[in-house]
Nanobody, 116 residues
Framework: QVQLVESGGALAQPGGSLTLSCLAS????????MDWYRQVPGQERESIAT???????NYKDFVKGRFTISKDNAKNTLYLQMNNLKTEDTADYYC??????????WGQGTSVTVSS
């Protein structure tokens, strides 16, 4: 059974940093495409960062240069390093793994609040 568990969400000040983690179990994440999504209440969940083939990364423009997605296959963990946080980064953050046959696996989410 595949499980993804996010952690690291917290209250941060504008300009601050947070690192989100997504620990996977039941699957070896090596080679799988994984994403970080975020969702603001009342809005659709959207992908903000993607890692493909364990090295190729893509970002939405509004996080590019501030957020970094990475994988540690030895720890079976996906990360999102978030720097220079803005109030508009306040959201619930979810990791997703795109598995075999197009099956999507999701974590339960972790909340980030950016406020002074």
């Amino acid at each position: 059974q595949v499980q993804l568990v996010e952690s690291g969400g917290a209250l941060a000040q504008p300009g601050g940093s947070l690192t989100l983690s997504c620990l996977a179990s039941g699957i070896n994440i090596k080679g799988y495409t994984m994403d970080w999504y975020r969702q603001v209440p009342g809005q659709e969940r959207e992908s903000i960062a993607t890692i493909v083939n364990d090295r190729q990364t893509n970002y939405k423009d509004f996080v590019k240069g501030r957020f970094t997605i990475s994988k540690d296959n030895a720890k079976n963990t996906l990360y999102l390093q978030m720097n220079n946080l803005k109030t508009e980064d306040t959201a619930d953050y979810y990791c997703q793994l795109l598995g075999d046959y197009g099956i999507e696996y999701w974590g339960q989410g972790t909340s980030v609040t950016v406020s002074s």
